[in-house]
């Protein structure tokens, strides 16, 4: 599948799991143009992810590589207050948010 010019542009939050690769095929599918979207906020294995990500993407003729969201500094302050194993609380609402806010300012 390859993109078509003129398609809509849909954001895709991207962490180049198998959901990630199935969701790039169904925006093809569909003839919309994803708009891959990685997050880093101090996951553990965020460096796989990312890597994971790029190769989901350069897998499909195409799509561009993913935007990157730079949340490290929060993950880092939320590690250090809670020394919890998730970097930030409640972080799909976090992401869902600052996703929407990426999809309007990128004309999604």
Same mark, same amino acid.
Request: proline content about 3%; overall charge neutral; aromatic content about 0%.
């Given at each position: 599948m390859h993109m078509r010019t003129g398609a809509e542009?849909? /954001?895709?939050l991207c962490s180049g799991g198998v959901e990630?690769?199935?969701l790039?095929?169904?925006l093809l599918a569909a003839r919309r143009h994803p708009v891959p979207l990685f997050a880093d906020y101090s996951q553990r294995g965020a460096?796989?992810?990312r890597i994971a990500?790029?190769?989901?993407c350069a897998s499909f003729?195409?799509?561009?590589p993913p935007q990157e969201l730079? /949340?490290?500094?929060?993950?880092g302050r939320f590690q250090a207050i809670n020394r919890l194993h998730v970097p930030v609380p409640h972080r799909n609402l976090v /992401?869902?948010?600052l996703a929407l806010s990426w999809a309007s300012t990128l004309g999604c």
């Open positions: 542009k849909t /954001l895709l990630s690769a199935v790039v095929a169904q460096q796989r992810e990500a790029r190769a989901v003729e195409g799509v561009p730079d /949340l490290r500094a929060e993950g /992401l869902l948010s």
